[in-house]
């Protein structure tokens, strides 16, 4: 069983940054995908960042040049540094891995993010 925790999210004002961490103790974190999603209340979840076991990246649209996603495989940790941070931003954040050559994918717990204007 592959667990997630998520850490770091919080009140924080527009314009402000956070930094999210989502730590396993899978023993194929280094290999595996991980994402950050997020859901806002009565909304879809959606994917937010994604970097790749080779640490390739992509962004939605709505994030780009604003938040980073990064991963760090010594502490099997995966980070989404976000800046500039506007109301819009305000979700439940949710890291996921996704289990190479399948379509098994684990979920953490979430953690709230809090933009007030």
């Known amino acids: 069983q592959v667990q997630l925790v998520e850490s770091g999210g919080g009140l924080v004002q527009a314009g402000g940054s956070l930094r999210l961490s989502c730590a396993t103790s899978?023993?194929?974190?280094?290999?595996?995908?991980m994402g950050w999603f997020r859901q806002a209340p009565g909304e879809q979840r959606e994917l937010v960042a994604r970097i790749s076991g080779g640490g390739t990246t992509n962004y939605a649209h709505s994030v780009k040049g604003r938040f980073t996603i990064s991963r760090d495989n010594a502490k099997n940790t995966v980070y989404l540094q976000m800046n500039s941070l506007k109301p819009e931003d305000t979700a439940v954040y949710y890291c996921s891995l996704e289990i190479p050559s399948s379509s098994l994918q684990y979920w953490g717990q979430g953690t709230q993010v809090t933009v007030s204007s």
């Open positions: 899978s023993s194929i974190f280094s290999v595996s995908a």
